[in-house]
């Protein structure tokens, strides 16, 4: 029996989403349902799709899952989406909390973007290959390139998706723009491909700049190619907190799609 499923479709800086609003419509999927809407050719098309579900102490409870069907870790521009989405939709107000996998985190609009609290980072690995590594919510290997418009991003970052760990990670190719300024492309996991832009991505090229000492100032603008991002942290004795990303999230539009 075929069933049909509302959906809201949003894009932070072209990295696109399916949102369900499960508060409304409780429904379960399984990887093929999910791997059919996230398709180009024969479903909605999108880079992931999110659950916004009721949530007991926070405004709401976000779970991800990757084009290809898996559930995944934090999304960055994902999260800025859901938010805009209950901002929109579901009568939230302009600061709110959210739940992610348990942990609650801020976030707000500012003017006509979106922001939020990213999870503390505690540690910076340098990799034998000298590129560096850490997690911002997602685990992210950030390469340095003196012209990232000439890069083979999906020949390269493949290369490296599985290169220091079994479970793979996401490849940031960044180049310095400036003083307070960086370039990024990046292939993420789950995609397996480009994407326009990465929020966790985007945060781990910051902090990564400031630890290799690229970049002084702690307040970093990264260009991708869907749009601008704006980073901004403090550094600690325990690594990185106060840690936020700040960008757009776009209302593409809302539909039904039918599922078998």
Known sequence: MNVKV??????????DFVIIDRSEVPIELNTTQIKQICERRYGVGADGLMFYDRHDESDFKMTYFNSDGSESSFCGNGARCIVQFGMDHKGLSDAITFNFKGTPLGAKRKDHLIEINMSNVSRVERLDNDNLFLDTGSPHQIVWVSEVDK????????????????AGCNVNFVELLGENKLAIRTYERGVEAETHACGTGITAAAIAAYFDQKIATTEIELNALGGTLWVRFEPSDSGFVNIYLTGPAIHVFTGVIELK
């Open 6 to 15: 509302p959906f809201y479709k949003y894009h932070g800086a072209g990295n």
């Open 151 to 166: 890069i083979e991003v999906e020949k390269e970052g493949s290369a490296l998706r599985y290169a220091f760990s079994p």
